[in-house]
């Protein structure tokens, strides 16, 4: 059973626009949640992280917003470049493991110049 | 930059063969993990370990093994491969005290 989901495993958006990639989580011992982005024939590079303690994070283009409530995290990237276009994953760690991570499946964003 | 070496890049393979897949990091990181994951899948993670001398098998159950003997170097074995096996391999190191881990371009293998 997947705790961490990407249910869209595709995305396409205008230069320009904002991109939001979304991820549920179903173990509420989450308490540190990541992004990653990979190129292809590349290995994922972090992008973003935030711990349980806030609810948003930015890093220049990027934000990452979470709802403990609901299990959800969402990246947001404004505005979006074609350099964007990559397969993200979200990835969930807690104390029950060991600081290891949970990754989702991936989301593969494609931004149309 | 981070550095963080994995070879060969891309094996094809016949079945019963034994291979080893290489990574290596130069950061000085102690934790190290070994991940498997097939096209539009999760990675799974498969093992790790704490630094010299220690292996741990993570959440996916795998017919590979791991060594640690120093630091730097992590190398994977398949003993006898199987078409299963086809998957890519990402390695990947992080510091003890971060959640960022860093990951090397990984090993595409086929087993035919």
């Known amino acids: 059973d997947q705790q961490v989901k990407q249910n869209s495993p595709s995305l396409s958006v205008q230069e320009g626009r904002i991109s939001i990639l979304n991820c549920d989580y179903t173990n509420s011992m989450f308490d540190y949640f990541l992004w990653y982005k990979k190129y292809p024939a590349e290995g994922p590079t972090f992008l973003i992280s935030i711990s349980s303690i806030k609810d948003k994070n930015e890093d220049g283009r990027f934000t990452v917003f979470l709802n403990k409530s609901a299990k959800h995290l969402s990246l947001h990237i404004v505005p979006s470049q074609p350099g964007d276009s990559a397969v993200y994953f979200c990835?969930?760690?807690?104390?029950?493991?060991?600081?290891?991570?949970?990754f989702g499946p991936g989301t593969r964003l494609s931004v149309l110049p | 930059e981070a550095d963080i070496y994995q070879t060969p890049r891309y094996l094809v393979i016949g079945t019963g063969k034994k291979i080893t897949l290489e990574c290596s990091q130069t950061m000085g990181h102690d934790k190290m993990y070994w991940y498997q994951q097939d096209p539009g899948m999760e990675l799974h993670l498969i093992h790790y370990s704490y630094g010299v001398n220690s292996t741990e098998k993570g959440d996916l159950s795998s017919e590979s093994t791991v060594s640690r003997i120093r630091t730097e170097h992590f190398p994977l074995t398949l003993e006898s491969a199987r078409p299963s096996h086809t998957s890519q391999y990402l390695c990947?190191?992080?510091?003890?005290?971060?959640?960022?881990?860093?990951f090397g371009p990984g090993t595409r293998l086929t087993v035919t």
């Open positions: 990947a190191s992080s510091d003890p005290g971060a959640h960022e881990q860093y």
């Open positions: 990835a969930a760690s807690g104390d029950n493991y060991g600081q290891n991570f949970v």
